[in-house]
């Protein structure tokens, strides 16, 4: 009898209960996107951008963790993770309120131009009147997002993102073999100690070394040569399709155009901030609730951190030659790659890494068939593509770096190896901890 009623009290809650659940798991999305958007406007690169949008999520994943006792702790996955602590009564402040905004809160402290956030805060601020929270309840929701976020950002300071601008100034290897800057701006070495930040689930930074990449050789009969001959012949004639796919998934955070004596810089988010947005479409289109909405984007974030750790750990380690500085000193001097060639080594591919990585740890969280349509590039003019699965998108981000002419088939292949690789470890962490799917398999092949 009791089960019954039980059931239809769960059954008949109050619709507006429903939908104040909606409107608060609808903001998430629209928070980290207006992280997003600074970050665009400071130009922060891929690795840091991946860095900022993990602080940002964290303290929103805390919060949560601290109402709902289903939510593993970050700690249980996370290392060195320290014990936050929520000071006065639980029952007096909104907590999805002090999740929304705590990772506005983050960006604005830890981001150089986290001013601009103020306006958004102001707006989320009203949001929560409309939501029918009181002053007082408002009020106190605010001061939990700024005591938890004080606690995690303290925490980031010890990551060593702080040393990085001590070290010595990078200087390129000389030799044939290893990269050198690229026209057209031969903007110096980017991040090249971020092997020195602290993961947030791996071990170590080379806990995931890719294979060797395939020896330099100026050899026309070489494996190598083959390589670049790849990339020069996918340049010089090129599919539609594949020009439209190099350029979804181009996410050069600055790109430098000259005319004559003029130099015009272009901005896009970056391949993070390209796969949080696709976590933030998901969670939508899943209808997920506001818990589940923030444990997605966090887990996405985190994920992301770690593989940029991963991969620029290698990158500065095997210091390889770009295609474009190879096919113009030995193949053809007015040769051009599609995409602009990103200031730093080649092996492996950055997108490659972290996309695998992003993608296997939604398709855990999501299902492997979970279909949706990406548009996330729709605010530069790149019109929207669909996908029926995360690892398809992913796989097709990789192979954009080749149709592009910024990177070699072993660089991709097996940086969507190493990115496999980190993404099973991390689930591994996750399982561990007690993390469960948002949706699972059988539900996501509907969707």
């Excluded at 909606?22 to 860095?51: C, G, Y």
């Excluded at 929304?100 to 981001?111: Q, V």
């Excluded at 996918?234 to 439209?244: D, G, N, T």
């Excluded at 954009?400 to 991709?412: Q, T, V």
């Amino acid at each position: 009898m009791w089960k019954w009623i039980l059931a239809c009290l769960l059954i008949c809650r109050p619709a507006y209960a429903q939908r104040t659940a909606t409107a608060f798991a609808n903001e998430v999305q629209p928070a980290v996107w207006a992280i997003t958007m600074v970050m665009l406007h400071d130009v922060v690169n891929p690795a840091a951008a991946a860095r900022y949008y993990a602080y940002c999520t964290a303290p929103a994943y805390e919060i949560i963790t601290q109402h709902n006792g289903n939510m593993p702790r970050m700690s249980s996955f996370v290392k060195s993770y320290p014990a936050v602590t929520i000071s006065g009564a639980k029952d007096d402040y909104n907590y999805e309120a002090a999740a929304l905004y705590a990772i506005l809160e983050t960006g604005r402290l830890m981001l150089p131009s986290g001013f601009m956030l103020e306006e958004q805060e102001e707006k989320m601020l009203r949001f929560f009147k409309k939501e029918k929270l009181s002053q007082k309840e408002i009020n106190r929701s605010v001061a939990v997002a700024k005591e938890v976020v004080a606690q995690i950002i303290g925490w980031s300071k010890a990551d060593h993102y702080n040393q990085l601008s001590a070290r010595i100034r990078y200087t390129p290897i000389k030799g044939e073999g290893y990269w050198y800057p690229t026209p057209p701006a031969y903007i110096e070495a980017v991040e090249p100690h971020w092997r020195t930040i602290r993961p947030m689930v791996i071990d170590t930074c080379d806990a995931f070394k890719p294979l060797p990449p395939v020896p330099f050789s100026k050899d026309t009969t070489s494996a190598f040569y083959a390589l670049n001959k790849e990339v020069y012949e996918a340049v010089l004639h090129p599919k539609k399709e594949e020009l439209v796919i190099a350029s979804f998934w181009d996410c050069n955070p600055f790109a430098v155009s000259t005319a004559g004596h003029m130099a015009i810089g272009f901005k896009k988010i970056t391949p993070g901030g390209h796969w949080m947005n696709i976590a933030g479409i998901a969670a939508k289109k899943a209808n997920l609730d506001f818990d589940n909405t923030v444990l997605l984007h966090t887990l996405t974030a985190v994920t992301e951190m770690d593989a940029f750790i991963s991969c620029w750990d290698e990158k500065y380690r095997s210091n390889r030659i770009r295609p474009e500085t190879y096919i113009n000193r030995y193949i053809d001097v007015e040769w051009k790659p599609l995409l602009q060639t990103p200031p730093f080594p080649e092996y492996t591919s950055g997108h490659s890494v972290v996309s695998t990585a992003a993608a296997q740890v939604l398709a855990y969280m999501m299902g492997d068939s979970f279909s949706f349509t990406d548009d996330s590039e729709i605010m530069f003019e790149i019109q929207p593509r669909s996908f029926t699965s995360f690892m398809q998108a992913a796989a097709e981000a990789a192979i954009s770096r080749l149709y592009g002419g910024i990177h070699f088939r072993d660089a991709i292949e097996n940086g969507q190896q190493q990115g496999m690789n980190i993404a099973n470890a991390i689930i591994a962490k996750l399982k561990a901890a007690g993390v469960q799917p948002c949706v699972h398999n059988s539900m996501a092949r509907y969707m």
